[in-house]
């Protein structure tokens, strides 16, 4: 079938065009566009990030139910209530926001650590958020931090940030969408020490560099860092072979997740 300018095909490429023009004439995202881009062009070394992954990678299930087999039950409740609830808010929107992180997971961690602060990189449509948000609910205490940058191909993208959070939720949230150099020079002289810290935001090696010595100094000593998408490139393997100790790897549809500190 032609796809000629008057498409679908051909007005959706027009509008994403339109949306990347404006929002990059806002001051305070050009710079964030531009960074992203920028590693996007760069080389990955995808294939041996995830070979590496597949050879280390375990059963989340298996290291779930090792640890508290009742909080993973209870995750996967959890997911298995939530899930139907944020598909139907995503069907209404129409837009491709990504894929969350892995939900079920930050929820058992979030539950069997009982973190008073977890500080979190990458929001997109909430779904991490929301799974450690419910856990702080249950737990009783705790707060979480976001950093996110929206997405620019999308109009007025400030609005589908944490789309699929319960309302009832936010009051233990603090959302900043500026990017994460800008987010976390905010964020981290207010947050007090981290418990949990989960990075899904910029996945370029650089950008998990530039967050992780950001953060460092403000971490606990029993923090738990979970990292998503280290199969993107060896930046997951290079720190953990560097900084020595015990990490795990968890498979979740094709991709891989890291986790340290327990």
Known sequence: MARGPGSLAGVARRSTFVNL????LRPSYLPVMLRKIKARLRPPNRDEALAWAFEHAESVESFGESLAPELWAEAN??????????????????????????????YFLTRLTSPATVLETGVAAGWSSAAVLSALST???GSLWSSDFPYFRLENPERYVGCVVPEELRDAWNLYIKGDRSNLAEILPKCGAISLFHYDSDKSYDGR????????????PECVIVCD??????????????????????????????????
């Open 139 to 141: 737990n009783g205490s």
């Open 229 to 262: 998408d280290i199969d993107d490139n060896t930046w997951f393997r290079d720190w953990v072979l560097k900084r020595g100790g015990a990490y795990r790897v968890f498979e979740r549809g094709g991709k891989y997740v890291g986790l340290v500190g327990l």
């Open 209 to 220: 560099t530039f967050a992780m010595d950001a953060v460092a100094s403000h971490l606990t």
């Open 77 to 106: 409740h959890w997911a298995d209530e939530f899930e139907p609830q944020a598909q139907s808010i995503l069907s209404t929107i129409g837009v491709p926001l990504g894929g969350g992180g892995h939900h079920r997971l930050l």
């Open 21 to 24: 023009a404006r929002n990059a």
